[in-house]
């Protein structure tokens, strides 16, 4: 079983509606969590960043950390056709540096 | 936010050569950089972890005589594909930490290497 899970897509929503992504993770130590866009031969863009519990807005971005039930979510509100990238989680412990990443889910926004 | 470049962007050599990827972080000082390789459609895998100063810490499977990390200054940390071959071909990103920004690391552009 993988430490981050995330549900590789496509997932496929009409321009303007909200776009729902989660992880699932096993480690308890993780405490930093990340969400990063990736579009195709590119490198990562940080969208999202926070530390322990709770809900962080920017934006039309979205994000909330369950650390009880191991889960992160993203949502993306007003989704645009230029949102369609594949969305990666990301998360470590305060202990260490090295980012342990979801496998990636591929969103795709249709005008 | 933070700003990480790399170069090249893209490079083709032959199988034999080697090739030096350079990673910078343009407005702030990275003590800490970390180096990726990518397949189509999959998830980013680490291949080694890159302090200032020190030698790299490699991950399990990754040849540190093949790839080898050079982490000289605060804002530059290299990687050179030693006797390339066509397997090596890939996409190669580099992140930096922001020691300002808690645990959050940026990524650069990243690399396309083929190796022919």
């Known amino acids: 079983q993988k430490e981050v899970e995330q549900d590789p897509g496509p997932l496929s929503v009409p321009e303007g509606a909200i776009v729902s992504l989660n992880c699932t993770y096993s480690?308890?130590?993780?405490?930093?969590f990340m969400w990063y866009r990736q579009y195709s031969r590119k490198g990562p863009e940080l969208l999202m960043y926070t530390y322990s519990s709770g809900n962080k807005e920017d934006g039309r971005f979205t994000a909330q950390v369950d650390k009880s039930s191991k889960y992160i979510s993203l949502f993306i509100r007003d989704s645009q056709p230029s949102d369609s990238a594949t969305y990666l989680c990301a998360m470590n412990s305060a202990a260490g540096n090295k980012l342990t990443f979801g496998g990636g889910t591929r969103v795709l926004v249709k005008p | 936010g933070a700003v990480v470049s790399q170069h090249p962007s893209w490079v083709i050599c032959k199988s034999g050569t080697s090739v030096k990827i350079e990673c910078r972080s343009l407005d702030f000082q990275a003590t800490t950089m970390f180096w990726y390789r990518q397949f189509p459609k999959q998830s980013l895998m680490l291949m080694a972890t890159?302090?200032?100063?020190?030698?790299?810490?490699?991950e399990q499977g990754v040849e540190k005589d093949k790839f080898l990390i050079n982490h000289a200054s605060l804002t530059l940390s290299t990687l050179t594909v030693t006797s390339a071959h066509p397997e090596d071909s890939s996409f190669y990103i580099c992140?930096?930490?922001?020691?300002?920004?808690?645990?959050?690391?940026?990524f650069g552009p990243g690399t396309r290497l083929l190796v022919l």
């Open positions: 992140s930096a930490r922001d020691p300002a920004g808690g645990e959050t690391q940026y």
């Open positions: 480690n308890s130590a993780f405490q930093y």
């Open positions: 890159s302090n200032e100063g020190s030698k790299a810490t490699y």
